[in-house]
């Protein structure tokens, strides 16, 4: 079969080959799975360039979340297991973490729903309790995992300001249904958010950059408000004054969706549940702004790697990829 591999780390459009390799060969309690469709994350290139929490032994294969078929013809989405990731033609999974793809949603965005919605349900509902009324400000709302969290706190009921950068990603955020858009290149955000709440600020906010937009954040959250920090797609991990936390009365949580794998399973699979009903409803429909060949995945995650892309690239291994 084809499959991706990283031989040495660094930059994914440098160190990322097409290779054929054996299939691999599933375990006691996995499944063989051939992929359909594969989604990019941020944590792909991180994993190229030996920066994530996971370091497979090399040469592994990138891809950590699909849309697959298993060998009775079942369609569902998984975690392929490290290291023989997603941008391959077929990957295994550990069986009991296999859930059925979303009939709503075809493969490219099943392969996009998992971690990205999984994370952004786990961020506003079990971390910062987000209720109907509140507002809710998103870094990022034209990325991957922003755009989930737009369309999730529209669902909940609340006022959704995106921040983005350009005008590209302003109008995309506006079509995902944020209420107020701030271009962070233009705007300033703070005097923004703050004009926009009336002076009360933000009840939640929902941080997978880090760096400035954390400081920005720390500066117009509300009374009780919660920072949800998700990820540090900046580079920059903040160091936080719990000193000012403490004198304006809100939280900094902390999100490790993966955590829960371990530690609540049974709580994925009710949030699964509950996205494919959001599915079904069109209430939530993750964003794919390209439909990638397996020739091009490696082009395709260093875009993702520089931050230019929106929404999500998704690698489709056979068929009509554009």
Known sequence: MQAWRVHRNGEPSEVMRLEEVDRP?????????????????????????GLYQVRPPLPFTPGVEICGETENGRRVI?????????????????????????NALDDAEAAALHIGYQTGWFG???????????TLLVHAAAGGVGSAAVQLGK????????????????????????????????????????????????????????????????????FEGRI???????????????????????SIVGLHWGLYNQMDPAAIRGCHDELTKLAAQG??????????????????VQRVADGTTTGRLVVIPEGDAR
């Open 25 to 49: 060969t599933p375990g006691e309690g996995q499944l063989l799975l051939r992929v359909r469709a594969a989604n990019i994350n941020f944590p792909d290139a991180l994993l190229c360039r």
């Open 78 to 102: 998984a975690n392929p297991v490290l290291p023989n990731g997603g941008l391959a033609d077929y990957v295994v999974a550990d069986a009991a973490a296999v859930l059925p793809a979303p």
């Open 124 to 134: 506003l509902h079990r971390r910062a309790h987000l209720q109907a009324g509140e």
């Open 155 to 222: 669902a909940a009921g609340a006022r959704v300001i995106g921040v983005v950068g350009g005008a590209d990603k302003a109008r995309i955020a506006r079509e995902l249904g944020c209420d107020l858009v701030i271009d962070r290149r233009e705007d300033d955000i703070v005097a923004a958010v703050k004009e926009a709440t009336g002076g009360r600020g933000a009840n939640v906010v929902y941080d997978p950059v880090g760096g400035d937009a954390y400081a920005k954040s720390a500066k117009c959250v509300a």
């Open 228 to 250: 949800v920090i998700v990820g540090f797609a900046s580079g920059t991990i903040p160091s936080p004054g719990l000193n000012h936390a403490l004198v304006k009365n809100y």
């Open 283 to 300: 209430v939530i429909k993750p964003l794919i702004s390209g439909r990638v060949a397996m020739k091009d995945a490696a082009d395709a």
